[in-house]
């Protein structure tokens, strides 16, 4: 598929350039209207930018968000190809059998007789009385898009496509929300006592569901799938097993507003790699970026000196992200600006993201949306004298992940040669934790 640059070469209706394998809905009289051919007609002049009133004026919302996710580099370049399967948008031939297998397994599905969502299940379904990021978890799981291990897998992300729950069973959509054992403890424990014994597709069952429920009935289900995959994703990345009743307890005595509130940062698990503060002249700076939503990203900086005192600190929330890699990405593209604007010359960047520091380090040229963000991190790259860019441990990278949480609270604000309250006595264990380590 294309991957955006200035624009000029996409053909908006034509081409495949929006990177969702769900319906793509578009009010075509507004496109009549504004007269709208290429993908340029949806940059703003100078680029980076996409018009959104624009975008939200021609398309259905998850189309509109869909867009607006896809990274613009600072400066009109080139609009290229690349592979939708591979991190870095480059073909290779295990990820091309995937791609077929998975095509392949998708058709047999369809023909033996799913049933996909009539329109009247897909309005039911954005109607559901639940706040939007439940539907959106469950929407994306009947475009087969939550990004499960089996999902990530096939494209390449990570090496073992099996449930951390269930050792040697591929965690599929269907596995997560339905068949792995805390699934089927939550559902069937839940006000709704749903058992899925046959195995079926999150749309065969969704299609089933939907024809019988009310609003209110759906929203209850959706706020279950969605606490179960928050469990998932705590027990993926956390290594935080959960515990039925706690989820059952999140997921339906709390309004469904208030369970999202509950997802307290994680504590510091083990100590064994900390803050080290960088030598004299050099200032270090942590970014990190947050993923609560579905799909804004709030992102956090702090750049400190090598007394461990800060310099600045600051939050942003990004418009729609596509995944975490990408919001990590866009986090160090806005840190390294900020640390240019800040004037900081030397400056040594950490990140707790492996899988951008390994893109970075691999030096070669992607084609993937996560490149134009890298390729753009390299051009930045002329305002340092002295720059250097590597990993850390998360429990090394507090301050910044805290930070990146609290964008949701505080937005986009820059504080100088001082930092909210809230990341004060992480800061101080930092600099007692570098002391201890040199
Ligand atoms: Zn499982």
């Known amino acids: 598929m294309w991957r955006v640059g200035h624009g000029k070469s996409i053909k908006a209706w034509e081409d495949k350039w929006i990177p969702s394998s769900g319906p793509m809905v578009f009010r075509n009289e507004v496109a009549w209207e504004l007269n709208i051919t290429q993908v340029l007609d949806l940059l703003e002049e100078n680029g980076g930018r996409w018009k959104r009133n624009m975008v939200e004026l021609?398309?259905?919302?998850?189309?509109?968000?869909?867009?607006?996710?896809?990274?613009?580099?600072?400066?009109?370049?080139?609009?290229?190809?690349?592979?939708?399967?591979?991190?870095?948008?480059?073909?290779?031939?295990?990820?091309?059998?995937?791609?077929?297998?998975?095509?392949?397994?998708?058709?047999?599905?369809?023909?033996?007789?799913?049933p996909s969502l009539s329109h009247a299940q897909w309005t039911k379904l954005w109607?559901?009385?639940v706040v939007p990021r439940c539907r959106e978890t469950v929407w994306r799981a009947c475009l087969g898009l939550l990004p499960v291990k089996d999902v990530l897998h096939c494209r390449g992300v990570v090496?073992?496509?099996?449930?951390?729950c269930c050792p040697g069973v591929p965690e599929t959509i269907h596995h997560a929300l339905f068949f792995c054992p805390i699934a089927k403890l939550v559902?069937?424990?839940?006000?709704?006592?749903?058992?899925?014994?046959?195995e079926c597709s999150v749309q065969q069952f969704l299609s089933h569901f939907l024809a019988a429920a009310n609003l209110e009935v759906a929203g209850i289900?959706?706020?279950?799938?969605?606490?179960?995959?928050?469990?998932?994703?705590?027990?993926?990345?956390?290594?935080?097993?959960?515990?039925?009743?706690?989820?059952?307890?999140?997921a339906v005595a709390l309004p469904p507003s208030l369970v999202l509130q509950q997802d307290a940062p994680p504590a510091g698990r083990n100590l064994?790699?900390?803050?080290?503060?960088?030598?004299?002249?050099?200032?270090?700076?942590n970014f990190d970026a947050s993923m609560k939503d579905s799909h804004d990203a709030g992102l956090g900086f702090i750049a400190r000196n090598s007394h461990g005192e800060v310099l600045a600190a600051a939050t942003m929330v990004t418009g729609p992200v596509q995944n975490p890699v990408l919001?990590?990405?866009?986090?160090?593209r806005w840190a390294l600006g900020l640390a240019a604007e800040l004037g900081l010359q030397r400056v040594w960047f950490e990140s707790d993201f492996l899988a951008l520091v390994q893109a970075w380090e691999r030096h070669d040229s992607g084609f993937s949306h996560l490149y134009t963000v890298v390729r753009d991190c390299r051009l930045l790259l002329s305002n340092f004298d002295a720059f250097e860019f590597s990993f850390v441990r998360r429990t090394g990278n507090c301050?910044?992940?805290?930070?990146a949480r609290l964008a949701f609270h505080f937005g986009c604000i820059v504080w100088i040669e001082e930092d909210p309250l809230e990341v004060s006595s992480i800061i101080q264990d930092d600099v007692i934790a570098s002391m201890a380590s040199s």
């Not at 559902?187 to 046959?198: E, K, M, Q, T, Y």
């Open 327 to 332: 919001a990590e990405a866009l986090a160090f």
């Open 272 to 285: 064994q790699s900390s803050w080290r503060k960088p030598v004299a002249g050099l200032f270090k700076v």
């Open 58 to 114: 021609l398309c259905w919302p998850p189309t509109a968000t869909t867009i607006l996710s896809i990274p613009l580099p600072m400066q009109p370049r080139e609009d290229c190809f690349f592979w939708l399967e591979t991190i870095n948008g480059c073909y290779s031939v295990k990820t091309g059998y995937y791609f077929i297998r998975k095509k392949q397994m998708e058709e047999n599905a369809s023909t033996s007789s799913t």
């Open 187 to 198: 559902l069937f424990g839940s006000p709704l006592a749903i058992r899925v014994d046959v």
């Open 221 to 250: 289900l959706f706020t279950l799938f969605y606490a179960l995959w928050q469990v998932h994703n705590e027990l993926v990345y956390n290594g935080r097993e959960a515990i039925v009743a706690q989820v059952l307890q999140r």
């Open 159 to 164: 090496q073992d496509p099996c449930c951390p």
């Open 127 to 129: 109607k559901a009385e």
């Open 399 to 403: 301050a910044a992940d805290a930070l």
